[in-house]
């Protein structure tokens, strides 16, 4: 029986759906197979895979469908709980595999249609010719959810980021992790954040754009981690062995309807997004 692996959105998106697969090619003894799109097998919604985290609570694993053979994995199975409960097991289960198994993303950004190939060996290990090392990093997501109209109740806000930075000491060997700005408001966004950090903590905060994996490594390989309402930050977090505290975004219920992926590691506090309200502890 086949985990096969649905092609929909970036790498963040793509990780958070092969963990999904391997959740149930360890419990159901499924094959992972990174097909990509299919129209084929039945289909692992977010509503049954949330069944199953409730049945997993209970230790009680239903049987599969009789007679189907290929499972498709094409939602989002966005959770912290499960996947930090099975940690261990998802390691050893993607170091058995990690030269083997990849993800495909469905574009440079989304939806262009540049796929993306990743090994989960490119993703799990740092690479030996990696030299981005930073003590904080500060992950800002652009695009869809960095805009100027928060009444979406989507969108992270400068004054969430400036309340946050006045409660945390910055060192000097510290980045922003961002993609190239497009637009003016982005711009003005980015630039607003920097002035802020480099006045309020009297550092030259270093700015870094790079290629979607080797920003992930430098999240990944950081030791204090700021996420924005991002899955490629939550997984950089989550595969760590060196992030000692992490800060999350506590958006709103819709902005994740089917899941709650908001503690990665365990040491996570959650801050206001739009700053205001104070910051909550996980």
């Not at 199975?77 to 409960?85: F, G, L, T, V």
């Not at 290990?125 to 979406?152: A, Q």
Request: glycine content about 4%.
């Amino acid at each position: 029986m086949n985990a096969i692996f649905v092609i929909k959105g970036r790498l963040g998106n793509a990780i958070f759906r092969y963990l999904g697969c391997t959740i149930f090619a360890i419990k159901y003894n499924l094959k992972y197979s990174p097909i990509g799109i299919i129209s084929f097998g039945v289909s692992i919604t977010d509503d049954i895979f949330n069944q199953f985290i409730k049945f997993d609570k209970l230790n009680k694993y239903p049987p599969l469908y009789d007679n189907i053979t290929d499972y498709k994995f094409d939602g989002y199975y966005q959770h912290d709980d499960i996947y930090k409960k099975y940690k261990t097991e998802i390691i050893e289960y993607i170091n058995k595999y990690k030269n083997e198994h990849y993800v495909i993303t469905d574009g440079i950004n989304a939806g262009d249609g540049k796929y993306e190939k990743f090994y989960l060996k490119d993703i799990v290990n740092t690479p030996e010719n990696f030299n981005k090392y930073y003590d904080f990093v500060l992950h800002i997501r652009l695009g869809d959810r960095v805009n100027n109209d928060l009444h979406s109740g989507t969108t992270l806000s400068i004054k969430g980021i400036k309340n946050l930075v006045k409660k945390i000491s910055i060192p000097s060997n510290s980045c922003i992790v961002v993609n190239t700005p497009k637009s003016k408001y982005e711009k003005k966004f980015l630039s607003e954040v920097i002035e802020y950090i480099n006045y309020t903590n009297k550092i030259e905060i270093k700015v870094e754009s790079n290629d979607v994996i080797t920003d992930f490594h430098i999240m990944k390989n950081s030791k204090t981690l700021v996420c924005s309402i991002s899955t490629l930050s939550w997984c950089a977090a989550y595969f760590s062995k060196k992030i000692q505290k992490c800060y999350m975004p506590d958006y709103p219920k819709r902005v994740n309807e089917f899941g709650y992926c908001k503690k990665p590691i365990d040491n996570t506090e959650l801050y206001d997004w739009h700053g205001e309200t104070e910051s909550k502890k996980s």
